[in-house]
């Protein structure tokens, strides 16, 4: 009788197991945002305290390094999502020499071990003068750099998904170029646009390897992390973690919603 | 760019296509090849302001790139497009009062009905574009589903919209690009009549490409018979039908029996042929041919059919020795295959009238018609031009 009940319901039950064993990992990192631990050992939940929210900066350089690395990150996603989508336009909606080459080596940097990119990166700095002067701007280039190869993918996908007769038609309907990108083309690719936006903020905040080897005396929140794991990690930075999945799983609801939402209306 | 070169060109006169007494569109000598494959071939088309044209022809005939150089979407490689006597050539899709109802309707997904509609109206900083988006919308029988997006609505509604969102800018021409393809059988016949009627009510020109020959005949005035690039005929629906000048026209246009002959005999107002030993006779202007054979050409309902020695109403053309080798019942009329002493299968439909009996397979027959019924083409050209389609569908 289990048996039988187990069969029918495996599915689910599998389901139901991969998603504990996705979500065990951000529920420790909640939990732990509200402990207070009582020795150096901070792997362990020993009683419950607000004081981690209250006083996330409790030590400063951590909320230095928060804020550099969303500095960074949005700079990065600004400047790689402008020049990404227009990349993308280029490759998809012009026919120019080298275009097919240019469409390959534009996989190269999500392709490359991170480790590779860094350090070559880093060559690359150390060879134009630049040893002096690693830090933010550095950090920046680095960072812009990989983020542009996911938005070109991204905003290439949906650009290439579009059909084509709609800017025809905008055209047939006295729009001007101009108009027919703004009211037309802009809106049908936006979605993609945003999409890569996000992919580029988190990859930006969340790399190490190539930030670590770029980055000279400059730290940002990954590094600091890892420069203080081997003595305990602050009880802050769990907060932070937490406080970064609630963002990005409003993000997720909010447009979810906002779906839904519309398409109620309409129905 | 070549505007600008062109403009003085076609007010000097020297122009072939400037004549600016003419207020219809026009097409002269218009070529266009991409690469080495020639899509339209030297074109030259009139047609009048007001008329409801039909551009008929298989796919890859030359008629959406037609349809496509009047909407400005391509580019002529030679030739001149002139509308009301302005040469329109060169000019930029949105400067030129022409609007398309896509084959794909092509509504924009972001935007609403109303909007969609709108859409032209707004470009053009128009008064008053709620009233005249709400009019336009009750014409289209549409005016309750305005907020709703295109994907919420069905095909034959989203047909609806593209039609009015190209209708409410009052073109000169409206293109309509196989407007109806993606519909189903019953749809596109009420569309049919739908469009026929929207177009003698707001009167504008409307040229319609299809490759459908029923939608063609039912609903233009003039359909013009386009392959390989070029026009193989033009005219009235009846006139293409019952006197085809080629062999893709007969075939394509309807069916057609194809009778290889040779002529023996020309009078004023008659050739007689002769066919496989049979002599029928072809009314002169009906005659296409130049040299002395040609294919004695006639539709399936004109030829009569009956038993041997019964007499028909068809003085002139009787043709012996049929045997019915296969029988198609449809209700309103009955086909028969019937072959013929030199071996060729010809079609006979029947009107199911209940005067003359129904026959079997295997059955001796006579066949015969009017010759006036009958037309004479050219035997160099393939008698199995066109007639592909009728296999397929």
Not at chain 2, 109 to 136: C, W, Y
Not at chain 2, 264 to 290: K, L, N
């Amino acid at each position: 009788m289990t048996g039988r009940w187990l069969r029918e319901r495996l599915v689910l039950v599998l389901g139901i197991l991969v998603l504990l064993y996705t979500f065990v990992p951000i529920a420790v990192v909640v939990l732990m945002s509200f402990n207070a631990p009582a020795s150096r050992n901070v792997y362990r939940f020993d009683a419950f305290t607000l004081d981690n929210w209250l006083n996330p900066c409790t030590d400063p350089s951590m909320c230095d390094a928060v804020r550099r690395s969303v500095e960074i990150g949005l700079l990065a996603t600004v400047v790689a999502t402008i020049l990404g989508t227009l990349a993308a336009f280029a490759l998809v909606r012009h026919d120019f020499v080298g275009r097919s080459a240019t469409n390959l080596l534009i996989f190269l940097p999500m392709a490359a071990p991170e480790i590779v990119m860094g350090s070559s990166l880093l060559a690359l700095f150390v060879a134009a003068g630049f040893s002096g002067q690693l830090g933010f701007w550095t950090i920046l280039i680095a960072h812009i750099m990989f983020c542009l190869s996911f938005v070109v993918v991204t905003v290439r996908a949906r650009l290439a998904g579009m059909d084509d007769t709609l800017e025809q038609a905008a055209m047939d309907l006295y729009a001007t170029p101009a108009q027919t990108f703004w009211r037309v083309t802009f809106p049908l690719v936006f979605p993609g646009i945003l999409g890569a936006a996000l992919l580029s903020f988190s990859l930006s905040f969340d790399d190490f390897i190539i930030t670590n080897l770029n980055a000279g005396t400059t730290t940002t929140f990954p590094m600091y992390v890892w420069g203080v794991a081997q003595r305990g990690v602050p009880m802050q930075v769990n907060v932070i973690g937490t406080l970064m999945f609630a963002i990005s799983i409003a993000i997720v609801l909010g447009s979810e919603l906002n779906n839904r939402r519309r398409s109620k209306a309409l129905a | 760019m070549s505007q600008v070169a062109e403009a003085p060109k076609s007010e000097g006169g020297t122009d072939p296509g400037g004549d600016p007494s003419y207020d219809g569109l026009r097409l002269r000598q218009v070529t266009k090849s991409f690469g080495a494959f020639t899509a339209v071939d030297s074109l030259d088309l009139d047609i009048p302001r007001g008329s409801f044209f039909a551009l008929l022809g298989p796919s890859g005939c030359g008629k959406t790139t037609t349809l496509r150089m009047v909407a400005g979407l391509e580019t002529p490689t030679s030739g001149t497009i002139t509308l009301a006597g302005e040469d329109i050539t060169y000019a930029k899709p949105y400067r030129r009062p022409v609007n398309t109802v896509f084959q794909s309707y092509a509504l924009f997904p972001h935007l609403d009905i109303f909007e969609n509609v709108a859409f032209g109206l707004r470009r053009r900083k128009s008064k008053d574009v709620t009233s005249q988006v709400n009019e336009m919308l009750d014409l289209v029988e549409l005016g309750n589903q305005a907020r709703k997006k295109p994907a919420q609505l069905s095909g034959g509604q989203q047909q609806r919209v593209a039609l009015a969102r190209a209708l409410i800018n009052k073109p000169e021409v409206l293109l309509l690009d196989e407007p109806l393809g993606a519909l189903d059988l019953k749809l596109r016949r009420s569309m049919q009549i739908e469009l026929k009627r929207i177009q003698t009510e707001v009167g504008l020109t409307f040229v319609h490409v299809t490759h459908d020959q029923e939608e063609a005949m039912t609903m233009a005035d003039t359909v013009a018979v386009m392959n390989r690039g070029v026009i193989e005929q033009m005219g009235a629906p009846s006139v293409l039908y019952e006197n085809p000048r080629s062999t893709f026209v007969a075939n394509f246009l309807g069916q057609s029996n194809l009778i290889e002959g040779n002529v023996t005999g020309r009078a004023a107002d008659v050739v007689t042929v002769d066919m496989h030993g049979i002599a029928v006779s072809v009314p002169t202007e009906r005659t296409h041919v130049d040299g002395e054979r040609g294919w004695v050409g006639i539709r399936p309902e004109k030829v009569l059919i009956g038993e041997l020695g019964e007499s028909l109403d068809a003085p002139g053309n009787t043709i012996p020795g049929g045997v019915i080798t296969d029988v198609s019942f449809y209700g309103v009329s009955t086909q028969y295959l019937v072959r013929m002493p030199w071996g060729q299968e010809l079609t006979v439909f029947q009107q199911n009238t209940g005067r003359s009996k129904l026959f079997g397979q295997g059955e001796q027959v006579e066949l015969s018609w009017r010759p006036e019924y009958a037309f004479l083409l050219d035997h160099s050209q393939d008698a199995s031009a066109g007639a592909q389609r009728g296999a397929d569908e």
